[in-house]
């Protein structure tokens, strides 16, 4: 008759983990509607300006891209080091944005072709004169509709 | 009696979800993407183009950004960080200035009879501009005029122009049109 007897019997049940797999398909769920794959590698660097006069990008099926930047450190040794323009997984001269739009064009329905908008994507430091080539090449091909893709400012 | 088929294990259920899981946190951006928005003018053949739709020198605001991202307006140094205000007393002219842009009678449907503005704001920019100062200084104009519209929303409606519904925002459009003209950028400035 000792007095530190184990009340055996008494333990608490292990939780059940059989809900377990419940909460993380949800989880895994969540993930997999949210999520948007990258459709491109990106080969510039890319550092966006500020700005706080936003308007979000609504339809995305409607977006094209343009990417233009410095060659990553992995291309320079073929590219240099001067901002390039990137057109789907490569780089591209500028002529080749004409065909690009016509491209773009005709993988959407005809009733959508006026509502299409072209994301610019470049990068902070480019110079202004490859980025005034390409807005006159989109001129060119009629693509007047232009986002230059920014991030929200945070106020100081 | 039959053998009974044994049951699967499901143990290994939760780790097989992990691993999914997993694999969509790491590949998910969940950036939206945004921008500002702006409308290019339509090509004109270089050979073509006239230039005898002068515009009174008065209705022009003009901004020139250099290579060394300076910044100059209507002829003097000026800060981004001004720039905003500047832009608006130039479409705004409240006491009617000389200097400042013309007004001409326009019926606009909620408002009547408004003198609207005729300035127009060229931007010209170098060669050698950085892109990161362009579109602050782009982001600046927009921000006048979206600012200008958003009080003559309030003072109307009491409320910021977002909320209006389309009649509304086309009535303060022309009121405040958004005229921001990009020329072609010069070798040297």
């Known amino acids: ?156 | 009696m039959s053998k009974k088929i044994p049951e699967i294990p499901a143990a290994s259920l939760a780790d097989i979800a992990f691993m999914l899981l997993i694999f969509f946190l790491v590949t998910t951006t969940m950036d939206v993407d945004s921008g500002l928005r702006r409308k290019l003018p339509q090509w004109v053949d270089p050979s073509e183009l006239e230039n005898d739709d002068r515009i009174n020198e008065r209705n022009v605001f003009v901004v020139l950004v250099n290579k060394n991202n300076d910044l100059l307006v209507e002829g003097d140094y000026e800060r981004v960080e001004n720039l905003r205000e500047r832009t608006k007393e130039f479409m705004e002219n409240p006491f009617n200035d000389e200097d400042l842009p013309e007004k001409e009678p326009k019926e606009v449907p909620y408002f009547g009879e408004v003198m609207v503005t005729k300035g127009v704001i060229s931007l010209r920019n170098d060669l050698d501009t950085k892109y990161g100062t362009y579109i602050a200084v782009q982001n600046e104009l927009v921000a006048a005029i979206n600012e200008l519209r958003d009080e003559k929303a309030k003072e109307k409606w009491g409320k910021p122009y977002d909320e209006l519904d389309e009649e509304q925002q086309k009535a303060i459009q022309t009121i405040y049109p958004s005229r921001i003209s990009e020329a072609e950028p010069k070798g040297k400035i």
């Open chain 1, 1 to 156: 008759m000792s007095k530190f007897r184990k009340d055996d019997g008494k333990e608490l049940p292990p939780i059940s983990t059989a809900s377990l797999p419940d909460i993380v398909f949800m989880l895994l769920f969540f993930f997999m509607v949210s999520t948007t794959m990258r459709e491109v590698t990106l080969r510039v660097k890319m550092h966006l300006p500020e700005a706080t006069e936003l308007s979000k990008l609504e339809k995305k099926s409607l977006v094209s891209y343009i990417y233009i930047g410095e060659p990553l450190p992995m291309y320079q040794k073929t590219f240099g080091k001067a901002p390039r323009i990137q057109l789907n997984d490569q780089f591209e001269p500028v002529e080749s944005i004409q065909d690009f739009i016509i491209a773009e064009r005709e993988a959407r329905e005809e009733a959508e072709q006026p509502f299409m908008v072209t994301s610019l994507k470049i990068d902070d430091n480019t110079k202004m004169g490859i980025v005034q080539d390409v807005k006159q090449e989109l001129r060119k091909s009629a693509a007047l509709n232009i986002n230059y893709s920014s991030r929200q400012r945070t106020e100081r």
